[in-house]
């Protein structure tokens, strides 16, 4: 099951109910989005994909009319939660350029590109005998083509006349039943549309040349009146000047007032700068509105769905390309209403996203107090006149909160509890960085094209409240919630990363420290921000960060507020490279984040950097060929169009633009099995290597020999995109567990260092790829390597790809568990990081804290995507939190304040025993290991053909399951611990980056992606869970009376107009018209009907099924009853006829004559 959000991406048309009060908004993709109150808001999807040309409702029939670019017509059922096509009509040799439905009708006008009209009927979908031909329609004296229809509208007087206007100005007045012109009216200018007067004497058109013309049916030989609203007046005598085309006019009348004419474009022609607009003339007043995007379409909203009456327009609703706004008519300054749904996700581009179900209850309350107090202000008082539908929450809801991240660097909370998606809570990451001005932007702009504040990742604990953002400019902003305003200065810290390796040089073990020197890598505290400045030109930059944080003291309102600020720098020159991977913890106070260069680790309690470390120094001490970290040189140091980070706009389509992709894997698939076998058996030192026959992917002792030969350097066998590259090795089957041997034969490994395999699929790089000018190629994943990959490659740059805190074992056959750190790379290698923290809560804020690799390394094919940890009873182990705290309202002299901390550690007994399992997933397979003593129990490969891009641990019908996404489409779930295959559904091929960036599962069996760029999907994989969403859809059609019309009055009704009904029946009927031409439309039955009856099965729909049933067995009673009524009358009349002749046979006649 479905449910979007968001705005209706490239929009292309507008319909509205005036009844029913419910919104209809095409798009070019062919969806269709309905709206009503605020929880009524369903999508419908055509499956050819055509463009929705234009939509029209059968006004308070439950049903909508869409027309396609395929020149298709269908009949939507609306009475039902999911609307489904009823019947099709598809027009073979005639394409479809305009539609329209009188009020109460059931036939269907439809005009064409060649001029012509048909007429369809709307309950049997088929195509009257009944034609307009163009060159009938126009006089006989015309020697051109009138262009196809642009307008089909019968008069408001007489339902007999139709009037058809034509592109090139050529206006029809059309008698249905004479089946001739009345009068037509010719005008040197495009006609773009037309609207009537409402009592049907008068219409208007908007030109080609900004002009409006008011036509008479009395005098149609020249216009009533002609006005240019924006052309500068001219001397009498002499043409208005030529503006902007009005695309569209409307033309309502009032009863108490002048009547208002609403048009959009017409703006001259030397205001090249002014957006576009829509312009009110209301008398004598003329308001012009302008829009932020170009107007698509709009509609007036009036009073009464009858023609022929006072309009008595009370809104307008505009369709823009990327908004939609409904403007007052009642008030003078025409203020807009404030939009209920969410239809600004895309206000600056969503660059990441993060799904959080069953969040505690409080948060949304919370958030949406602190978020209400900066909503903008000068809305309609007015209800929100969109109002149809019915709407209610189900049996069971759950607290959930989505979180964008913007390209402008903004994040949005959302809540999305039920069906509906409401912004809670904004918050501008920019506000912590200086303003760039233009003068000092050239550090930035080599870095970062357009949004230096683009969002990159989101980690949020909605325990702590503890948020962390990462951004493209190589920053982590750490946020903690206050419910007050705190004027402070802005912590931060500025961090070194950047490492490159000797590909020759191998020293001795015992000549170099197992560590680097970290004293020289750590940098000084910056309590007031950033102090270097840029160097000048032709000066090496170094040590400068790619943005400079404030230094004076800066106001924060209630919400979240930055706590701490750390920056990558550059170094010798080159840019830092961009965040991949960031985990925070708040009851450790730590944050750890890393990049292709190596990995960080943060003390923010208090303030400090506790590891700054190369991936390649995180295996040092198990490394026994150690290479020293020394700077870049300039020989390969890769070009800023390479290797430099790119603003995240550029994901969204742009030809001229190159797109960043954080995936290595995307790009580099399906690689010849030859060349990869040879790569993969190259040791990182040595042009030699030989293989472990016995050996099988696992993990890697802590004890390893000393050695030193280097050209015996044993690598562990590895399958790749299907090839062994082992001789003797052999893939696990799928939730095969491992037996004792073969946990033996894992464990055990010969001596040398752990294997560096060339990157195969190094997730979270940083690459630029070429775009052609074919449009599918930006989404297009074959693995042919391009040359910036062949450079990567050759760097062996090893990117840490997954981060997660965890309570458990570090080393093997470790007793107690502590504080840990796994750390997942691009090469499949998983490392574990011990944590010392100390003991007491009041010396957290003042001793240190010691990070140091333990030396257990675990191994997968591919790069590693997520960690998880369950305990031995089958439970999900949550990491360790703080209880949020106010910590700004606390007193500094308050002695009893104590961190709260909420410890998820597993149960130790008495009994011998691992106590946990952690889960790893990659890219290319999911492990189970037991814990303390790393043996491997469950091993699955998820894809030998494709990837996953994400993946992770989830809770659903109070189950533990991993959910993996994978790019064929895939989306897949196995049972844990045991790696069980549950669910292989094909649901959407990976076509676009935008899914790959934005995609995510969270508890519950949901996830989220964005679907375009203004649209986020939500999605179900649970069978209870898509129960639930079902009861909480809301009802498009809910049972209205239809208002009367108003009495016309005696004097009206004679002098008004045609006092006779027009039955159309009778004149577009098969026994008056005649059949259609087969090959001019196809009549295509849909599925609507069957999933009609399978909706009406239960509930309301069921009631109205079973009432109309019932109706129609009375009706066919009274039906039989009717006939013998009539046989009883006919009877009784032969009866009194009978009785009358006997009785003047025998009337003259005495008693005794008988």
Known sequence: MQVRHGFPYQPTALAFDPVQKILAIGTRTGAIRILGRPGVDCYCQHESGAAVLQLQFLINEGALVSAGSDDVLHLWNLRQKRPAILHSLKFNRERITYCHLPFQSKWLYVGTERGNTHIVNIESFILSGYVIMW????????????????????????????????????????????????????????????????????????????????????????????????????????????????????????????????????????????????????????????????????????????????????????????????????????????????MDIHESPVTCTAYFADCPPDLILVLYSIGVKHKKQGYSNKEWPISGGAWNLGTQTYPEIIITGHADGSIKFWDASAITLQMLYKLKTSKVFEKQKVGEGKQTCEIVEEDPYAIQMIYWCPESRVFCVSGVSAYVIIYKFSRHEITTEIVSLEVRLQYDVEDIITP??????????????????????????????????????????????????????????????????????????????????????GNCNGLVVVDFIQKTVLLSMGTIDLYRSSDLYQRQPRSPRKNKQFIADNFCMRGLSNFYPDLTKRIRTSYQSLTELNDSPVPLELERCKSPTSGHATRTPEATPGFYRNEIPSMRQRNQVHHLPDHVNGHCTSPTSQSCSSGKRLSSADVTKVNRWGPGRPPFRKAQSAACMEISLPVTTEENRENSYNRSRSSSISSIDKDSKEAITALHFMESFARKNDSVISPCLFVGTSLGMVLIISLNLPSADEQRFTEPVMVLPSGTFLSLKGAVLTFSCMDRTGTLMQPPYEVWRDSSHVDENEKSWRRKLVMNSPSLSQEIGDHQYTIICSEKQAKVFSLPSQTCLYVHNITETSFILQADVVVMCNSVCLACFCANGHIMIMSLPSLRPMLDVNYLPLTDMRIARTFCFTNEGQALYLVSPTEIQRLTYSQEMCDNLQEML????????????????????????????????????????????????????????IEGMKGAAGGVMGELTRARIALDERGQRLGELEEKTAGMMTSAEAFSKHAHELMLKYKDKKWYQF
Not at 223 to 242: C, D, N
Not at 1043 to 1048: F, G, T
Not at 1049 to 1059: P, Y
Request: aromatic residues 8%; proline residues 9%; glycine residues 8%.
């Open 135 to 342: 060159n009938k329609a126009i006089e006989l004296s015309t020697k051109t083509h009138p262009g196809p229809v642009v307008h089909l509208s019968d008069s408001p007087r007489d339902e007999g006349k139709l009037l058809i206007g034509y592109e090139n100005g050529t206006v029809v007045l059309w008698d249905l039943k004479s089946k001739r012109a009345e009068l037509r009216v010719y005008y040197d200018e495009a006609i773009h549309s037309i609207d009537w007067h409402h009592e049907g004497k008068q219409f208007m058109c908007s030109h080609s040349d900004g002009s409006l013309t008011l036509w008479n049916l009395k005098s149609p030989s020249r216009p009533f009146q002609t006005t240019v609203p924006h052309g500068k007046s001219q001397r009498e005598g002499r043409k208005s000047e030529s503006c902007k085309p009005i695309l569209k006019v409307e033309y309502k009348t009032c009863r108490n007032s002048e009547p208002f004419i609403i048009f959009s474009g017409g703006l001259s022609y030397d205001k090249a700068c002014r957006r576009p607009s829509l312009t009110i003339m209301h008398g004598k007043a003329i308001t012009v509105l302008e829009m932020d995007h170009p107007i698509v379409e709009f509609l007036t909203l009036c009073e009464t769905p009858y023609p022929n009456e006072f309009q008595e327009p009370y809104a307008v609703v505009v369709l823009l390309e990327k908004d939609l706004i409904v403007v007052d008519l009642t008030q003078s300054n025409f203020p807009i209403f404030e939009n209920p749904y969410p």
């Open 508 to 593: 001795e073990p015992e000549t170099s420290p197992p560590f680097p020197d970290l004293s020289s890598q750590l940098p000084s505290r910056s309590l007031s921000g950033s102090t270097n400045t840029v160097a000048s030109e032709g000066i090496t930059r170094d040590s400068i960060p790619c943005l400079n944080v404030k230094t004076r003291p800066v106001r924060m309102p209630p919400g979240y507020q930055a706590e701490l600020v750390i920056q990558l720098v550059w170094v010798d020159g080159e840019p830092p490279q961009q965040i991949t991977s960031l985990a925070v913890n708040s009851a450790y106070g730590i944050v750890a984040f």
């Open 1034 to 1089: 809301g009802d498009l059609f809910t049972p209205i009376e239809t208002p009367e019309a108003q009495n016309r009055g005696f004097l009206k009704g004679l002098f008004g107009g045609s006092g006779q009904t027009f039955d159309r029946e009778e004149l577009f009927g098969e026994a008056s018209a005649g059949k259609a031409s087969r090959s001019l439309a196809q009549h295509i039955p849909g599925p609507g009907g």
